[in-house]
């Protein structure tokens, strides 16, 4: 029978550096005297002591993990990490119930974005800060920041960083170890949400709410400080900024990490699926915009063009900002927002869905079956990027839709038995489990998760959690052959 001792002893030890994170809102709770420091440091002593009891308890047990072991560690990991991160929460907010703060730290932590809270304009900043760095954790990944740590502690991290990093190409390495791989990821994602926090601040945000958008930007989190989301601002500087930087989050890390070690712009134009997203947002920005201004929703084609490239990008990216209440837009453009969550963004990004090169390899392998209905004979391998796609890959990616469709049928079903109407549950779930954030009608970005029931916002935190883990990660926990010996 398969043990989960061994599991235990490194999420032991994985909480104990969780419990490290709480020092920043601890620290944001001191400058701004908002009340909450002894809410925050009591959260942070449970979280060390529950991880320190699970690693004197489970010591006997440490060994190598093997490669089943990170299916279940990363599982673990983002289910035991979002639990506990809700105390705080509990301690703050009033009435807030263990559902509802689960809700709201898994969908941080998995960058979903979506709120069940009212009243973030009045929020403890400390309490903001909190949500937003679960964001900014969650987007790189916790699982690949634990493989640089790990190591030191004796524990391998090749099985966490392919049972957690997205996309189905998980092999290559950006240096010789694995642990200096997670270190080059993470360089480059802090010096981007740097860059972001400064340009935010440049463009007239207080340092609070620059830090907050950067680290949900940057990790395509969509967490706001306010109601409103970024239309508070209604600034179509900080839209341009937030659009530039939500792009380099869609984009895989990896090929920006080869374009600052060889300091040359090329890597990005080598990389067939970064022009595929580019290119797919932008042509979808002119349409939908063009559709707008025709349909008389807008007047000024400017207009359109600002509130379309906003809110599409955010949507597209699985970032979840809003500018406006584009749920109001005739429903053509807001269906292909979500759409486009499904599919747009690069593997190795921050982003959910299929990720584009799964749709690339979807695309051709279509493309190669229709050919061979014609020339049955033909020799015809896929390729991207002038790469031989083996074709391993590519019946991984066939399973992995029929997963994806399959989930999403089958929780969307739960919700409308529920009780939701079926826009409302179908946009649900495919934000969900896109990370995306806001869905439609009930769920709108003019709403938020509130209005679900317990049961319905469970299906959706759910969803999340598949959606973050891209599925296999967590269906295969499922299966009798996980747990045979």
């Given amino acids: 029978m398969y043990s989960l001792l061994p599991v235990l002893n490194v999420m032991g030890m994985m909480l104990i550096f969780f419990g490290v994170t709480y020092l920043m809102p601890i620290a944001s709770s001191l400058i701004y005297a908002d009340g909450t420091t002894w809410d925050f440091v009591d959260a942070m002593a449970l979280c060390l002591c529950v991880g320190a009891a699970i690693v004197v308890l489970t010591r006997r047990y440490k060994r190598e993990l093997r490669p089943r072991d990170g299916f279940l560690l990363v599982t673990l990991a983002w289910v035991l990490m979002a639990a506990i991160a809700t105390v705080p929460l509990m301690l703050i907010i009033d009435g807030l119930s263990f559902t509802d703060a689960f809700f709201e730290t898994m969908s941080g932590l998995t960058t979903t974005g979506a709120t069940v809270l009212i009243g973030l304009d009045t929020l403890p900043p400390s309490a903001n800060l909190w949500r937003h760095e679960l964001n900014w954790l969650g987007g790189m990944g916790i699982i690949v920041l634990a493989v640089a740590i790990l190591p030191l502690l004796g524990v391998g991290g090749m099985q966490l960083y392919k049972a957690e990093t997205p996309g189905p190409m998980k092999d290559s390495k950006l240096t010789p170890r694995i642990a200096g791989t997670a270190k080059a990821l993470w360089l480059v994602y802090f010096g981007f949400t740097a860059a972001c926090i400064g340009a935010l601040k440049l463009a007239g945000m207080n340092w609070l709410d620059a830090i907050c958008h950067a680290f949900a930007a940057l990790s395509l989190g969509g967490f706001s400080t306010y109601d409103a989301s970024v239309g508070q601002f209604n600034s179509p500087l900080i839209e341009g900024i937030l659009i530039v930087f939500m792009m380099i989050a869609g984009i895989n890390f990896a090929t920006h990490f080869v374009a600052w070690?060889?300091?040359?712009?090329?890597?990005?134009?080598?990389?067939?699926?970064?022009?595929?997203?580019?290119?797919?947002?932008?042509?979808?920005?002119?349409?939908?915009?063009?559709?707008?201004?025709?349909?008389?929703?807008?007047?000024?084609?400017?207009?359109?063009?600002?509130?379309?490239?906003?809110?599409?990008?955010?949507?597209?990216?699985?970032?979840?900002?809003?500018?406006?209440?584009?749920?109001?837009?005739?429903?053509?453009?807001?269906?292909?927002?979500?759409?486009?969550?499904?599919?747009?963004?690069?593997?190795?990004?921050?982003?959910?869905?299929?990720?584009?090169?799964?749709?690339?390899?979807?695309?051709?392998?279509?493309?190669?079956?229709?050919?061979?209905?014609?020339?049955?004979?033909?020799?015809?391998?896929?390729?991207?990027?002038?790469?031989?796609?083996?074709?391993?890959?590519?019946?991984?990616?066939?399973?992995?839709?029929?997963?994806?469709?399959?989930?999403?049928?089958?929780?969307?079903?739960?919700?409308?038995?529920?009780?939701?109407?079926?826009?409302?549950?179908?946009?649900?779930?495919?934000?969900?489990?896109?990370?995306?954030?806001?869905?439609?009608?009930?769920?709108?970005?003019?709403?938020?998760?509130?209005?679900?029931?317990?049961?319905?916002?469970?299906?959706?935190?759910?969803?999340?959690?598949?959606?973050?883990?891209?599925?296999?990660?967590?269906?295969?926990?499922?299966?009798?052959y996980f747990w045979r010996k």
Avoid at 358 to 383: A, D, G, M, Y
Avoid at 389 to 408: D, E, H, N
């Fill in 261 to 480: 070690r060889g300091r040359s712009l090329r890597a990005y134009w080598l990389d067939a699926e970064a022009k595929a997203f580019v290119g797919l947002i932008a042509s979808s920005i002119v349409v939908c915009a063009l559709y707008l201004w025709k349909t008389d929703t807008y007047e000024d084609l400017g207009e359109a063009l600002r509130h379309v490239a906003f809110n599409l990008v955010s949507i597209a990216t699985d970032c979840g900002f809003a500018s406006v209440d584009y749920d109001k837009w005739p429903i053509f453009v807001p269906l292909w927002m979500l759409f486009l969550s499904c599919a747009s963004v690069s593997s190795g990004s921050t982003g959910g869905g299929i990720k584009m090169i799964r749709t690339l390899i979807l695309i051709k392998q279509s493309f190669r079956e229709l050919e061979k209905l014609i020339h049955p004979s033909v020799v015809n391998p896929i390729r991207i990027g002038g790469s031989v796609i083996p074709t391993s890959i590519t019946g991984a990616v066939l399973g992995f839709i029929f997963l994806y469709a399959l989930v999403v049928g089958e929780l969307t079903f739960f919700l409308v038995a529920s009780g939701l109407d079926f826009v409302s549950a179908f946009t649900a779930i495919i934000a969900c489990i896109n990370n995306a954030g806001p869905g439609l009608n009930v769920v709108g970005p003019a709403q938020n998760y509130q209005a679900l029931t317990d049961f319905q916002t469970w299906i959706c935190s759910l969803a999340m959690l598949a959606g973050r883990l891209e599925i296999f990660s967590l269906v295969v926990l499922f299966t009798p």
